[in-house]
């Protein structure tokens, strides 16, 4: 199986075990395929990312309106540029500043696009975003699969809120499952790059997967529970 391919199979379960927002499962699903940008063959569309950037800087900066969503852009293109495959955006300090700046552009895109326009349904301007997020880091065979399910689910299931910490929280953890993911294979990860080049393996992967899913049955206590009390008793 592909890279793209297990790393999105696993980030959906994993988001499953913890969302029933749609918007937040596909905020996992794209956050899983965000840190492999720092291989060589993804390149081009890292150059992508950093002249994207540049231009909604110039464009905002005209308009005179806040400009930090560019700033953001390039700023991540410069550190997939020069990350070394598996090395800074595959460690802890790499997911938490990735997760930060992704974080940070949908909620300042959400602002200025509710700011300028007369959309304030805040799920749909969300959705819209994350769509368009998904164009950036997902790759092409996914797409076609992931949008028609996205929007189809967002209609089915509507949720007219979500915070801003619960949208750094599903990427984090999508983050997290790329590094967990890639820890079974034999070359490792270096969990606490730059700081050091020590690697870790199977056993650190096992661990934290299995510390996930209790996390998990812990977050979704009471929801189980209501199921039980419903359906079994």
Known sequence: MSSYKGHS???LILSIMFFHNPLLIALTLIGANVPDFDHKFKKDNVYKIIILGLVIFISL??????YYIGLILVFLGVIFYFSEHRSFTHSIFGIL???????????LAYELFVNITLIYERYFVMTILTALLSFLFLNNKVLLIFLPLF???SYIFPISSFKYYELAIALFLGLFSHIILDSFTPAGIKIFAPISSKKVHKKFAIIFLLILIIIAILFNFTFLFNLFDTYLI
């Open 151 to 153: 929007f189809i689910s």
């Open 97 to 107: 500043v990735l997760m930060a700046s992704i974080s940070l552009i949908l909620i």
């Open 61 to 66: 900066y005209i308009l005179k309106l806040p």
């Open 9 to 11: 199979i696993f980030a």
